[in-house]
């Protein structure tokens, strides 16, 4: 669709609800009604599993399938996902990183078998398959945590999808370089900028120097490329960074990569509000912060978002109702339909103090960018853990701002009294809750694939994609062949397992600090933490652990942070652990209490996997605390079966938490 010129009214951007859960059948019913409610786009949410490249019967999957997106384990759950939605006419967004290569080829086949079916030309549905995989391998090192492979292989596979969709899948965007989780592990508008923009000199430097992409067509590459943001409440300054961001942008292609056409050198993006700023207290207020934060994308038309995303408000409750988000359609819906948003042109341009603002944070990103290439590029950023650690040290910042109260989080920090919420009225069921037994029809379920399957067929798939990885040719033919043979997630990514190895990123949690908290209440817990020592006879040790594949680290980072600096000495090994694993270090490193972080919805199973660990191996002396989103009827559960306290989103003041843990370990010394 053409961009309208300056003097008609601007179209509306692509509306899209990011939703996916418990199993294709039920996401498929999903899609379905949202496209009859006027849902423009199609933002598929991938259950962890899928994300990190485990089929459902994986011991790193226990308790995690279907739970924070659809498991997609081969090519029959693929077919079902879309089941009568016309991919030729779709619009697609995969939210899928270290496996997306793969989801793309598993997308292809069935979009080459809705042709088939059809009678269309296969050539020219797939000319018109619109969509983006997210495929920002960089920023998962950095904040989500979904990474498998190391940084070197990760940026070849992103390589060879963008090459090959240039030629095979046009209208694709292979990457969405994603500053989103960015924000929510810290990073200011600077950083944001800067980091997302250093991720696509990598991307683009990637492509250009293998040779794959004749010279002439290096401006398609970069024509296909978009970013996907986060908008904070900050509005003001979100929009001034989005105009900062396409600036930089403009020039970086222009000068960098010589992309004279100026469609080919617009800068494209999509955005989700910021889900993390969403509060579990007075969760109603996150309906204004949801609608604030989408202004700061759309009011600006020279910046404006060509497709958006909103969370619904009960996210920090758990995962939302369909009928949740379609409240959170129809705020789109409303803002783009029902006002004059859309009929004029840039409402900021001339505006001076737009323009101050904006020339701040380009000054900034420029003077961030020139350090990270300096170091090497952003590879080089993430292996040294210069960028984690920076926002690391970032968020901390903002967490003693909030904790301190020169950040007001109305109903959190300021203003707590409320009314009860007709919202969350007992027995109204606030949030969609997966069946448990999901987990175990995918194992059946994909049991039932592997027998169906010809089993000659798929290991020489898996041999040729093996040895094509040993070599410098493009991955994607090999996926595909793979795809089209039956073989599952988990057989794909462990083939690339086998040949690129894995990677543990750096935390960023030794190099940071919470810098200028309060020294009144930090130097209390400090002699809290002294005396307690005194008493269990040396230093007071913590394990903080992530179970599962959860890789949103942040919180846990900023725990152990508060922990040192309140003087645990503390053990942080990172994401994706098993509970024997967690246990196995708690008993060596004979700690006097583990912390558990979990945000995906599995605390109900790796949660007493690791109280029941701790148990078999002769430690259940040590108490086990949780934290994270944990409805209150799971958190009664989780302390029956053992855990000494739980904390969720509400229990913001961590210097309050560290006091309170060790209250607990002096409990468990029985020395309080």
Not at 252 to 267: C, I, N, S, W
Not at 332 to 359: P, R
Not at 660 to 669: G, M, R
Request: with cysteine; aromatic share 6%; hydrophobic share 40%.
């Amino acid at each position: 669709m053409p961009y309208p010129s300056d003097r008609e009214r601007d179209r509306p951007w692509v509306m899209r609800t990011y939703a996916g859960h418990s199993s294709a059948t039920a996401s498929n019913a999903l899609y379905r009604r949202n496209l009859e409610k006027g849902q423009t786009g199609l933002s598929v949410a991938f259950d962890l599993p899928t994300q990190t490249g485990y089929d459902p019967d994986d011991e790193l999957a226990k308790g995690e399938v279907g739970k924070v997106g659809v498991p997609v384990s081969h090519l029959g759950d693929m077919r079902t996902l879309f089941q009568d939605i016309p991919l030729a006419t779709a619009n697609t967004s995969m939210t899928i990183n270290a496996p997306a290569m793969w989801l793309l080829a598993l997308y292809q086949v069935v979009a080459e078998e809705q042709a088939e079916a059809e009678g269309l030309d296969r050539d020219e549905v797939l000319s018109k398959l619109a969509g983006t995989t997210q495929n920002d391998i960089i920023k998962e090192y950095l904040s989500r945590g979904t990474y498998v492979f190391p940084p070197e292989p990760s940026l070849r596979l992103i390589t060879d999808m963008v090459a090959y969709t240039v030629t095979t899948i046009p209208k694709w965007n292979p990457i969405n370089i994603c500053s989103y989780h960015l924000q929510e592990a810290g990073a200011t508008p600077v950083q944001e900028v800067a980091y997302a923009l250093c991720t696509a000199i990598a991307v683009l430097d990637s492509v250009r120097d293998s040779g794959q992409v004749p010279e002439e067509r290096f401006g398609e590459v970069v024509g296909r490329i978009s970013f996907f943001v986060n908008a904070g409440l900050r509005f003001v300054e979100e929009m001034c960074k989005m105009r900062a961001f396409g600036q930089l942008w403009q020039e970086l292609v222009a000068e960098r990569y010589g992309v004279t056409d100026a469609k080919q050198r617009r800068f494209r993006y999509g955005v989700q509000v910021n889900s993390l700023g969403l509060t579990e207290a007075q969760p109603e207020n996150n309906i204004q912060r949801i609608v604030l934060e989408m202004l700061a994308v759309t009011m600006s038309r020279d910046a404006r978002a060509r497709a958006v995303q909103l969370p619904a408000w009960n996210e920090a409750l758990g995962l939302p109702r369909p009928w949740d988000q379609q409240w959170a359609l129809r705020m789109q819906q409303v803002l783009a339909y029902e006002t004059d948003l859309l009929e004029y042109e840039d409402i900021f341009a001339g505006s001076h103090v737009i323009e101050a603002a904006v020339a701040d944070i380009v000054q900034g990103a420029r003077a961030e960018i020139d350090k990270v290439q300096e170091m090497g590029g952003a590879v080089a950023a993430v292996e040294s853990g210069y960028m984690k650690s920076e926002l690391v040290s970032s968020l901390a910042e903002h967490r003693r701002r909030m904790e301190t109260g020169d950040d007001v989080v109305v109903g959190v920090n300021k203003f707590q009294g409320t009314e009860p919420s007709p919202l969350q009225a007992e027995g109204a069921g606030a949030i969609e809750v997966v069946d448990p037994a999901v987990e175990a029809a995918a194992v059946t379920a994909l049991q039932e694939w592997k027998s169906s399957r010809d089993a000659e067929e798929v290991e020489a798939a898996l041999q040729s994609l093996r040895d094509t990885a040993k070599t410098g040719d493009n991955l994607m033919p090999a996926s595909m062949a793979c795809a089209r043979a039956g073989v599952t997630t988990g057989e794909w990514a462990g083939a690339l397992r086998e040949v690129f190895g894995e990677y543990r990123a750096p935390t960023g949690v030794a190099a940071a600090s919470t810098g200028g908290e309060a020294g009144a209440e930090i130097a209390k817990v400090r002699e809290h933490v002294k005396a307690a020592e005194d008493i269990v006879g040396g230093r007071l040790r913590m394990l903080v652990g992530k179970p599962g594949l959860d890789g949103h680290s942040n919180g846990a980072e900023q725990i152990a942070v508060r922990a040192r600096d309140c003087g645990f000495e503390v053990i942080y090994q990172g994401i994706r652990l098993t509970p024997a694993q967690i246990v196995a270090a708690a008993v060596q490193e004979g700690v006097h209490v583990v912390g558990l972080s979990v945000l995906s919805g599995s605390h109900l199973e790796v949660v007493p996997a690791v109280v029941d660990g701790l148990a078999a191996a002769g430690a259940g002396d040590i108490p086990v605390v949780v934290g994270g989103i944990i409805p209150p009827e799971d958190a009664k559960i989780l302390r029956a079966k053992g855990v000494t306290q739980v904390f969720t989103p509400k229990d913001y003041a961590m210097t309050e938490i560290m006091d309170q843990i060790v209250d607990v370990v002096l409990a468990a010394q029985n020395a309080e």
